[in-house]
């Protein structure tokens, strides 16, 4: 009978409900794993989920009996993926599940920073509608989006489910790749600069890596229009939060969305808590992946992952 152990399942919260794979099996599941409870836990484990908890070489070559690890996420950089293939452990995904999610929270962050939404609510917290004279109170920057540029930093499947959004808005679209890819159909590809000085809202969707990297920090805000927004839904580190927060300040660009921190959660002197305070700047906690259809769709998908790997058929793995 196989164990199976989920490490870290608070991290997929309260609301969703996880069906049980379909063979024979014991079932523990953790809120949470911190690293000195981790090998009493998943000793003797067959199959492990994790969302966040790190599997590196040393962790994964003291789980003998380990055979599988499920993430449940898209990104699998919290398990060493070279080690598990030379130790025979397959290793799973979750690819495309929070696609729609994340679309519709970087809209709404556009829209929220394009109408002022945000300022007005204070505004009218504050009276302010109340004193004035006129019906309408007019004291934030209200910019429509149709006709202007987006530009996604990025290919994959966000990206261009993003564009197809942008393009129902009528807006223009264009694209960077940081992984070099030089043909995309029907879209227009350009080298980061001419992105950044062309596009009125800028949108992340690429992965963490070596080149993306504080890609954006102080030079690359130089080239960005004052005008324009900087939405992040992708990685913390991808943005260098303390330069965006200077950027902001001497309006170099008008506004932020940012949904991702390099470390999370942030202590509380980060610079994305500083970014928080900013009338023109929206954060929010890491949350654009999890509507709560993603999140059921994620949670079946690690099943069914756990179920083929069970049946010794290959589903979703990613270092074969």
């Known amino acids: 009978m ?14 969703i409900e996880m069906r049980k794979p379909n063979f024979q099996h014991i079932w523990q599941s953790y809120p949470k794993t911190q690293y000195s ?17 790190n599997l590196d070489a040393n962790t994964l070559a003291q789980l003998p009996k380990l055979t599988h ?11 060493d993926l070279i080690a598990a293939k030379n130790l025979n452990i397959g290793v799973s ?14 809209y709404s962050m556009i829209l929220a920073l394009r109408k002022g939404l945000i300022p007005y609510k204070q505004d009218i917290k504050d009276g302010k509608w109340q004193q004035s004279e006129q019906f309408c109170f007019y004291n934030q920057s209200l910019q429509d989006i149709r006709a202007t540029t987006i530009g996604i930093v990025g290919t994959g499947s966000i990206a261009l489910a993003v564009a197809k959004i942008a393009e129902a808005f009528g807006m223009h679209v264009m694209f960077h790749s940081v992984s070099g890819r030089t043909d995309l159909p029907g879209y227009a590809l350009v080298n980061f600069e001419e992105l950044l000085q ?10 963490l890596s070596p080149k993306s990297e504080n890609m954006f920090g102080p030079e690359a805000f130089t080239h960005m229009k004052p005008n324009a927004l900087l939405i992040n839904t992708a990685r913390g580190s991808i943005v260098n939060l303390d330069a965006l927060y200077e950027a902001l300040l001497e309006r170099q660009l008008a506004g932020a969305g ?16 500083k970014l928080n305070h900013l009338p023109n700047c929206i954060v929010t ?24 790997a069970a049946s010794d058929q290959a589903r979703n793995i990613v270092n074969a």
């Open 2 to 15: 196989k164990k199976i152990v989920f490490l870290d399942a608070d991290t997929l919260g309260h609301d």
């Open 37 to 53: 409870e981790l090998f009493d836990r998943a000793n003797e484990a067959d199959i492990i989920i994790t969302n966040k908890v």
């Open 69 to 79: 690890v499920a993430v449940a996420a898209t990104g699998t950089n919290c398990v």
């Open 93 to 106: 995904n979750v690819p495309g599940y929070g696609t729609n999610s994340v679309v519709e929270h970087v």
């Open 198 to 207: 062309h596009s009125d809202i800028v949108s992340i969707h690429c992965p």
């Open 258 to 273: 940012i949904d991702v921190a390099t470390q999370e959660p942030p202590d509380n002197d980060a610079a994305i808590l």
């Open 285 to 308: 906690p890491h949350t654009a992946w999890a509507s709560e259809q993603a999140r059921q769709v994620l949670v079946e998908e690690v099943i069914q992952n756990i179920e083929a």
